[in-house]
């Protein structure tokens, strides 16, 4: 009867063991996929030598622990516009900021172009605990085109 209680004792500890390094495992490959999908771009997209003309800046908000920028970008005639926002550090490095697209049916109008430039709205945030001392006020917009090509423009928030 013992040689069984101790069987049984040695494949608890045994379960436990394995049951702890599956979850380490686990804890290891979510931290994987979150820094490989959420890594802070530090790289700078390849940028035409062209200017981005169509864009405007909304409001550009520098908080204690945060930047926000409102605003709306497009390339001539392509409604499907990707806008990346970048944000410079003080040591000259740009730092991209969140950004998520915005529905703009007021430029669409602007331009006279209905639902061509409904998606050209932008908002872009970063939370960091530097902002007020590690970034100057200088916003780039980039804005890709169907081929991927991109086009900046630099804007300086008050």
Not at 64 to 70: A, L, N, R, S, Y
Not at 76 to 96: S, Y
Request: net charge positive; aromatic share 12%.
């Amino acid at each position: 009867m013992s040689s069984n209680v101790a069987k049984y004792s040695l494949l608890d500890k045994n379960l436990n063991k394995i049951y702890i390094l599956l979850i380490f495992i686990s804890i290891a490959i979510t931290c994987l996929f979150f820094r490989a999908w959420n890594r802070p771009s530090l790289d700078m997209p390849k940028i035409d030598s062209k200017a981005l003309r169509n864009s405007f800046i909304d409001s550009c908000v520098y908080s204690e622990k945060d930047i926000t920028v409102k605003g709306w970008a497009f390339t001539e005639g392509n409604p499907h516009t990707l806008n990346r926002i970048f944000a410079m550090r003080k040591n000259g490095e740009w730092t991209e900021l969140m950004s998520s697209s915005v529905t703009r049916t007021d430029v669409s109008a602007a331009f006279k172009n209905p639902l061509t430039y409904d998606h050209s709205g932008f908002i872009a945030t970063r939370r960091d605990g530097s902002v007020k001392d590690g970034f100057n006020h200088e916003i780039m917009i980039v804005s890709f085109d169907g081929k991927g090509i991109g086009y900046a423009a630099k804007y300086h928030c008050q």
